[in-house]
């Protein structure tokens, strides 16, 4: 087990936050031990929680018109410096995300992504930019480039709160799902960041990028719907205007994830891609060279699109191979 734990100076000005990782993922469980003295809900999609303990997590949920990506904010606002990071920035709305945390008094310390992004462009390298001292963090298996690499069973420290990475492939190879921490001191009910493996009564699309529909079934159903019920899953996107849904809820409603798995394969994979666009995209992909970075077996993510009437993302072109290196274009 790597701990390196959560170091502040002696005069409480400078704080150094870094990744506990263990080894084995089953040392986090995943009954709910604490009770909510009370929630404060200000505004749809931002909450603080209290606890009975001293910690209090502020949370806003932020979106991003053109591609309909949620960035989602979380800090230790009960915390003397309220260290904060953002999941999933979008490069057009990072001004916007920053001049919240600025006017909400917060140090950002992470920029985090759930997966490398095929329809945006991430915020991650722009941040970095603009606040010096933000690591930006990824998946070691999504093979992009980042500051801290993560891997199941490492938890994201932010003050006294923390975020367990859970492994959900299946729309990407490196897909990761972080989930709010199981224990005293933390926000419950327990919140997920499912990114693009679980959205509201969907899931992400497995037609690129080493996704598969068999990974991503296995990987919703033992990575996300063992978690309470009552936990609050908030996804990457949402393309119909909902904001957040419970693993209780998905589990009875979600249109594809409650079908048994070969169903599930059958509604998710190839009918109707037409032979040229996919050999276009065949061609365009293999001079950026992305597929071989990120491990993946091109001609295999492409024999065929979904059948769920999906368009290639627009950006997609731009987009991974620009999150291949965190964002950096040029
Ligand atoms: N039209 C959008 C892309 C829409 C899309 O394909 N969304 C992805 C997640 S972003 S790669 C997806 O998995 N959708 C699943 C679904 O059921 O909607 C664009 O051009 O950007």
């Given at each position: 087990m790597l701990n390196l734990g959560f170091i502040r100076s002696s005069a409480c000005r400078f704080s150094h936050f870094i990744i506990s990782h263990s080894s084995s993922p089953s040392c986090f469980s995943f009954s709910p031990k604490q009770t909510i003295t009370f929630g404060l809900r200000s505004q749809m999609g931002s909450f603080t929680t209290l606890s009975q303990s001293s910690s209090r997590l502020l949370f806003r949920q932020l979106f991003e018109n053109e591609s309909c990506t949620y960035t989602y904010l979380l800090a230790d606002s009960s915390h003397p410096d309220k260290p904060a990071l953002l999941i999933d920035p979008v490069d057009r709305t990072v001004d916007r995300d920053l001049n919240l945390v600025r006017e909400l008094g917060l140090k950002l310390i992470y920029a985090m992504n759930t997966h490398v992004h095929a329809d945006h462009i991430t915020g991650t390298s722009l941040i970095k930019g603009k606040v010096p001292g933000v690591k930006s963090?990824?998946?070691?298996?999504?093979?992009?480039?980042?500051?801290?690499f993560v891997e199941p069973?490492?938890?994201?420290?932010f003050g006294n709160l923390f975020l367990e990475v859970r492994a959900t492939p299946g729309h990407t190879v490196g897909c990761v799902t972080y989930v709010t921490g199981d224990g005293p001191d933390q926000p419950q009910p327990r919140m997920a960041f499912t990114g693009d493996a679980l959205l509201i009564r969907g899931c992400g699309r497995t037609d690129f990028q080493g996704g598969s529909s068999e990974q991503l079934y296995k990987s919703v159903h033992s990575q996300i719907f063992t978690l309470p019920k009552e936990t609050l899953l908030y996804p990457g996107h949402d393309y119909k205007g909902y904001t957040v849904t419970t693993v209780g809820e998905e589990m009875i409603y979600n249109l594809r994830l409650t079908k048994d798995e070969e169903t599930f394969r059958s509604i998710m994979q190839s009918k109707s891609c037409s032979t040229n666009s996919v050999y276009k995209k065949k061609q365009e992909i293999s001079i950026y060279g992305w597929f071989r970075i990120a491990g993946s077996n091109l001609s295999s993510a492409f024999v065929g699109a979904t059948d769920l009437n999906l368009a290639y993302p627009d950006m997609i072109d731009v987009a991974l191979p620009a999150n291949m290196v965190c964002g950096l274009q040029d």
């Amino acid at each position: 087990m790597l701990n390196l734990g959560f170091i502040r100076s002696s005069a409480c000005r400078f704080s150094h936050f870094i990744i506990s990782h263990s080894s084995s993922p089953s040392c986090f469980s995943f009954s709910p031990k604490q009770t909510i003295t009370f929630g404060l809900r200000s505004q749809m999609g931002s909450f603080t929680t209290l606890s009975q303990s001293s910690s209090r997590l502020l949370f806003r949920q932020l979106f991003e018109n053109e591609s309909c990506t949620y960035t989602y904010l979380l800090a230790d606002s009960s915390h003397p410096d309220k260290p904060a990071l953002l999941i999933d920035p979008v490069d057009r709305t990072v001004d916007r995300d920053l001049n919240l945390v600025r006017e909400l008094g917060l140090k950002l310390i992470y920029a985090m992504n759930t997966h490398v992004h095929a329809d945006h462009i991430t915020g991650t390298s722009l941040i970095k930019g603009k606040v010096p001292g933000v690591k930006s963090v990824i998946s070691k298996a999504s093979g992009s480039k980042a500051d801290v690499f993560v891997e199941p069973g490492d938890k994201i420290s932010f003050g006294n709160l923390f975020l367990e990475v859970r492994a959900t492939p299946g729309h990407t190879v490196g897909c990761v799902t972080y989930v709010t921490g199981d224990g005293p001191d933390q926000p419950q009910p327990r919140m997920a960041f499912t990114g693009d493996a679980l959205l509201i009564r969907g899931c992400g699309r497995t037609d690129f990028q080493g996704g598969s529909s068999e990974q991503l079934y296995k990987s919703v159903h033992s990575q996300i719907f063992t978690l309470p019920k009552e936990t609050l899953l908030y996804p990457g996107h949402d393309y119909k205007g909902y904001t957040v849904t419970t693993v209780g809820e998905e589990m009875i409603y979600n249109l594809r994830l409650t079908k048994d798995e070969e169903t599930f394969r059958s509604i998710m994979q190839s009918k109707s891609c037409s032979t040229n666009s996919v050999y276009k995209k065949k061609q365009e992909i293999s001079i950026y060279g992305w597929f071989r970075i990120a491990g993946s077996n091109l001609s295999s993510a492409f024999v065929g699109a979904t059948d769920l009437n999906l368009a290639y993302p627009d950006m997609i072109d731009v987009a991974l191979p620009a999150n291949m290196v965190c964002g950096l274009q040029d």
